[in-house]
């Protein structure tokens, strides 16, 4: 994520996010907008953002109705089944 684009996001700010994703793939920009072929990432593990990477292709075996979450510092073992996402009382 650039700091130009968004000032106000990032750890110097103590602003850490849990961000959750339904999508497991690309959504496409309208071709009559541009000469075809640009998907933005909508599965939020692309790491060429706000472009699509092809990284949704790591959910094509998740099971119905289970909670994912993927770790980039994980190499052995990316992704893990949650029971589910715990948040903090402000």
């Not at 990032?10 to 996010?17: D, H, S």
Request: charge should be negative; proline fraction near 9%.
């Amino acid at each position: 994520m650039s700091p130009e684009l968004f000032p106000l996001a990032g750890p110097k700010n103590g602003m850490a996010r849990e961000v959750t994703h339904d999508a497991t793939g690309p959504t496409p920009i309208d071709p009559d907008d541009h000469d075809g072929g640009i998907y933005v990432c909508a599965c939020g593990l692309s790491d060429d953002k706000p472009f699509c990477d092809g990284s949704h292709n790591a959910t094509a075996d998740e099971e119905e109705g289970v909670t994912y979450k993927y770790e980039d510092d994980d190499d052995e073992q990316p992704r893990h089944a949650i029971e589910s996402i715990e948040y903090a009382d402000d």
